[in-house]
Structure formats: C-alpha cells, structure tokens
C-alpha cells in the first residue's frame, strides 16, 4: 500500500544537526512533492518546506531559511530533512508528507519522528 | 502569509450528536485556478494527521460520510453528523493556495 515510513527518534545537542529520511512505498517517488510539517509537543501543525522529488527543487517557510536543507534519492524513494543549528525550540514531531496534485491537499503522512534536543 | 482562525477550540459533544468547526482564513483562498484548496485533517492522539476534506468538501479515500465540509472564499465549516468514540481527536484546517500553507491552532473533539 502507499506509505511513507520515516527514520527513527534522534536526540542531538544544541547547535548539531538532524537529518531524518522519509521513505516512499507503494508509488511512485518521482510523481508527488514531499512536504514537511513539525509539531511540538501540545501544539499544533507548523509547515516547514516542500521538494520536488523528480526535479530536487525545494521552497521553505522563512523561518527556517538557512538552517533546513531537503534532498532526496530517487534511487531508494528516499526523501531527506536537514535541520541545524538546533536549539531547544526545535523538540518536536517530525513528519514528512506526500502532496496529491489531484487533491491539492497532504494525503499521505509518515508516522513522525520524534527530535528531541537537550544538553 | 494566510492567518487560519479555528473556532471553536475544544468541543465537548455527546456520542451521537453533532458537531461542528468553523474555520476562517485572512484572505480568499480560491485560487488563481479556480479551485480553493482548502483541507480538513484529523489527528487522533499519538497519531499523525489523516486527510478528511480536500477542496472544501470532498471527502478523502476511506473517510465516512458522517463528515463534512462546506464554505467559500474565506469561511469554511466541517460538520460531524453524528459524533462517534473514534473522532476523538484534534482537528486542523489547512490552506495550500498560498505560499507558505498554513494551519489552523486546531480544534480539540472530546466525548462529555
């Protein structure tokens, strides 16, 4: 079935880095964008950026401009989330998402990765 | 960017009875192409959000038809015909007709 399954928890310190996979299943990579949204713990949905898996372009919410870097590798339908610089404000649920140009809409979602970030 | 204003927040409904979100957004979300690309997700606890409502008011592969959406231009409403223990859960607005999409604060769907 179609899916997207994503890498496991990471706790890092401030000022590292993260990078977190997102792997498609069940499609084709190349065919959707791959969104990424945050959630920290209690609060609601924050939008990170999107990637065009076939064409690798990317465009990210400004207020994390510089410090996140998406990829990808079509060979494994494996998309990528680069954060650094990482503060405590960054603990959060990450989850990677597939856009349906159909649907206009995220009709896909990973089931999260959990970033926690402390000293 | 596009502010997506929930109301209400939380909403306590008895099993059975109905329910229903209101979400209103800061600018017109219909698109240069027609279409408005406004979506509805749930989000059960410790879960990640599930795709209800895409363009106002279709419903996604698999959601029953107990839910649905409605609006135009800037106010748009989910409605949950009758309330079941299963749509316990926090629910989103979201708009994808402008760089950057954006989410509603979410509204919180509890049993009394």
């Known amino acids: 079935q179609v899916q997207l399954v994503q890498s496991g928890a990471e706790v890092k310190k401030p000022g590292a880095s993260v990078k977190v996979s997102c792997k498609a299943s069940?499609?084709?990579?190349?065919?959707?964008?791959i969104n990424w949204v945050r959630q920290a713990t209690g609060q609601g949905l924050e939008w990170m950026g999107w990637?065009?898996?076939?064409?690798?372009?990317?465009g990210y919410a400004q207020k994390f401009q510089g410090r996140v870097t998406m990829t990808r590798n079509t060979s494994i339908s494996t998309a990528y989330m680069e954060l650094s610089s990482l503060r405590s404000e960054d603990t959060a649920v990450y989850y990677c998402a597939r856009v349906s140009v159909s649907v206009g809409a995220f009709d896909i979602w990973g089931q999260g990765t959990m970033v926690t970030v402390s000293s | 960017d596009i502010v997506m204003t929930q109301t209400p927040l939380s909403s306590p409904v008895t099993l059975g009875q109905p329910a229903s979100i209101s979400c209103r957004s800061s600018?017109?979300?219909?698109?240069?192409?027609?279409?408005?690309?406004l979506s509805w997700l749930q989000q059960r606890p410790g879960q990640p959000p599930r795709l209800l409502i895409y363009k106002i008011s279709n419903r996604f592969s698999g959601v029953p038809d107990r839910f649905s959406g409605s609006g135009a231009g800037t106010d748009f409403t989910l409605k949950i015909s009758r309330v079941e223990a299963e749509d316990v859960g926090v629910y989103y607005c979201?708009?994808?007709?402008?760089?950057?999409?954006?989410f509603g604060q979410g509204t919180k769907v509890e049993i009394k």
């Open positions: 990637m065009n898996p076939n064409s690798g372009n990317t």
């Open positions: 069940g499609y084709t990579f190349t065919s959707y964008d």
């Open positions: 600018q017109s979300l219909v698109h240069s192409d027609g279409n408005t690309y």
């Open positions: 979201m708009q994808a007709t402008q760089f950057p999409q954006t």
